[in-house]
């Protein structure tokens, strides 16, 4: 049974790694992204209308706004929707914030095959790339999508 | 006559305060549990944990009673510990009902209480099984349940505000992938383990007289992770059953959960996971020094815990192909990331029965050579085959009936159990001198008379 457990601390320090070498220390650089805010969306016109909101019905499209004026110019960025299993749902990047600035709009995707969004909390996150990972988080928001039946 | 017994009995030894202040902290947690989930839930689901408390003062109630059990004389003993499960399986019920069926379900109790029917056989199927491994001296099916409720409601109830907590922090701090998901699955492997694990401590710690070595340990463990996983499954079924509903679909992903949770997963997954825990415990029971038992213990935590952690971390990166290889993929995923553990707890299995039927044997064999009466020099070799302990109440059936077998198979248990308490004996695994063992002998004669 000791030789299990050390079986076990191996394992549990191979996971260490694997959490460092995607989650790197001395990364924080103390900037912030302005996310304006989570609006609904019109495909057809690609613009948002009404106020921000932080719930939505699977029938609804909706789009997260970013400043990326707040960012630096240089830093290389992505924003991305994340839905409640974890699917990437449409996003932007990695660029430099200054190369997004005509894309703030960043709208969530129905995956193909599906009538609806899945309904569920959406994570919408806005990450510093270096090394070719990404590695902060410059900015968050949730929304929650209601079930459409 | 007074003989020396494996397990005490007149006065509350160390163990039973430590079972008592793990079951105080146990309630402690479970009254946080279900006041930090009412805070951070909405309304309705807080109006639900609110009921729930009385389900806490019942399984309060019940390890209470059950520990204040073993003080009393056996006759005694017996209506307490069986006041002690009815109280359980009311909390059981309870909990069941009022947490998990509308709290984790929202506004679909039919569909939960559906997945909870397609779960029931599959899981008594797994409990059945995991209880019949256990082929030298079966454990009392009440203990068995107790395992699988505790890992059911206990194990459940102590981990869903901790699960949630953690998943807030990783959502705030953390970068969405693969740093997340190890973050998630420390959390998940190390508290889930130890909220299981600690069902099975109090079997050891408190149930001594029926937990006699890794087999042992083993199926208590395993009974605890299906429990648990009978749970998680109603959950999973659930919560994928109403993301896609929408699509029209919702059944059918509800249906490939409970296929890889039920079927595939049944043994590999929590099961193996605190079964590993278990072994542990078992070990320890029949170690000599406190350091060697804690270390042990220790060591079966540690890989549970690992086991469960690269499960959760690393599914990810197993590969699965594409199309009718997905289909091969994903059940070599579970075989080859789960099965090693799986084949540990089987090697471990094995290892036990063997110390244990030789122990039994031996013991038998001079049982039978002291000229008690209690075992003739023939049964030594059916008590020994768990075939032949079959054959003999089979041929009792047919030639006396229903009755006949059942004395039978008491005295079998008499005889079996007596041969135990001179192995536990022999290996000066004791507590204070009784004799127990002498009332064993009384309790074979008088069935045999």
């Known amino acids: 049974m000791v030789s299990l457990g050390v079986v076990g601390i191996l394992i549990l320090s191979a996971g260490l790694l694997d959490f460092f070498s995607f989650e790197p220390l001395g990364q ?13 969306y019109d495909p057809e016109t690609k613009q948002v209308s009404g106020g921000d909101t932080r719930r939505f019905t699977a029938d609804d499209a909706f789009a997260a706004e970013v400043d990326w004026t707040s960012l630096p110019a240089s830093m290389v960025v992505d924003a991305h929707w994340f839905n409640i299993l974890g699917t990437d749902v449409g996003g932007v990047g990695p660029q430099p914030a200054g ?9 969530v995707k129905i995956p193909e095959g599906f009538k609806h969004n899945l309904p569920g909390e959406y994570d919408f996150v806005v990450e510093r790339y270096s090394g070719g990972q990404p590695v902060e988080v410059l ?6 999508v209601r079930s459409a039946v | 006559m007074s003989v020396d017994a494996a397990y005490p009995r007149l006065a509350r030894p160390p163990h039973y305060k430590l079972a008592i202040a793990l079951a105080g902290l146990l309630v402690v947690c479970l009254f946080l549990s279900s006041f930090v989930t009412s805070l951070v839930l909405g309304t309705i689901p807080s109006r639900i944990s609110v009921f729930g408390l009385p389900v806490i003062a019942l399984v309060a109630l019940a390890t209470w009673i059950g520990v204040r059990a073993f003080d009393r004389d056996p006759a005694e003993r017996r209506r307490h510990l069986l006041r002690a499960g009815v109280i359980l399986g009311i909390a059981f019920l309870l909990w069941l009902l009022l947490v998990d069926l509308f709290l984790f379900t929202g506004d679909a109790p039919l569909v939960a209480l559906i997945s909870a029917i397609a779960c029931l056989p599959t899981t008594a199927f797994g409990i059945w099984v995991v209880r019949r491994l256990d082929r030298n001296e079966k454990e009392p099916w009440r203990l068995v349940m107790v395992a699988v409720a505790w890992g059911a409601v206990v194990a459940t109830a102590l981990v869903i ?5 953690l998943g807030e922090i990783a959502a705030s701090a953390l970068v969405p992938g693969p740093g997340m998901d190890a973050f998630t699955a420390y959390g998940a492997g190390f508290f889930e383990e130890l909220a299981k694990g600690l069902a099975v401590l109090l079997l050891y710690l408190v149930m001594r007289d029926e937990f006699d070595d890794v087999v042992d340990g083993i199926v208590y463990g395993a009974c605890v992770g299906l429990g648990f996983n009978f749970m998680e499954s109603i959950l999973y079924m659930t919560h994928m059953y109403a993301i896609f509903a929408g699509e029209g679909f919702g059944a059918y992903v509800a249906g490939i959960q409970w296929y890889f949770r039920q079927v595939v997963g049944l043994f590999f997954g929590h099961a193996t996971y605190t079964a590993l825990i278990g072994a542990g415990l078992g070990v320890a029971r029949q170690l000599p020094l406190m350091r060697q038992r804690v270390l042990v213990i ?13 499960w959760d971390a690393w599914l990810q990166f197993f590969p699965v192909g594409d199309g009718a290889f997905a289909l091969i993929g994903v059940h070599l995923r579970t075989l080859l990331m789960n099965g090693p553990f799986t084949a540990v ?15 039994l044997r031996r013991q038998l064999e001079l049982e039978a050579a002291g000229g008690t009466g209690t075992v003739a020099p023939a049964e030594v070799a059916v008590l020994t085959s768990p075939w032949r302990r079959w054959q003999a109440r089979m041929q009792v059936l047919t030639l006396s009936g229903l009755g006949a077998y059942r ?25 204070a001198p009784l004799d127990a063992e002498e009332r064993l002998r009384q309790q074979v004669l008088a069935l045999k008379a």
Do not use: C
């Not at chain 1, 190369?99 to 709208?107: A, C, M, T, Y």
């Not at chain 1, 900015?139 to 929650?144: E, G, T």
């Not at chain 2, 505000?161 to 907590?165: A, D, F």
């Not at chain 2, 707890?345 to 122990?359: F, P, R, S, W």
């Open chain 1, 28 to 40: 924080r650089t103390g900037a912030h992204a302005t996310v304006k805010g989570v609006f609904h």
């Open chain 1, 99 to 107: 190369e997004l600035v005509d894309r703030s709009l960043i709208p």
């Open chain 1, 139 to 144: 900015a968050r928001r949730l929304v929650y």
């Open chain 2, 161 to 165: 505000w901790v699960n949630t907590s």
């Open chain 2, 298 to 310: 220790v060591g079966g935590w540690l890989v549970a815990i690992s086991a469960h952690f690269a």
């Open chain 2, 345 to 359: 707890v089987l090697l471990l299995l094995a290892m036990g029965l063997q110390v244990e039927g030789q122990a």
């Open chain 2, 407 to 431: 004395r039978l198979a008491r005295l079998q248990q008499a005889q079996l159990n007596l041969a135990m308490e001179r192995w536990h004996r022999e290996r000066r695994e004791l507590g």
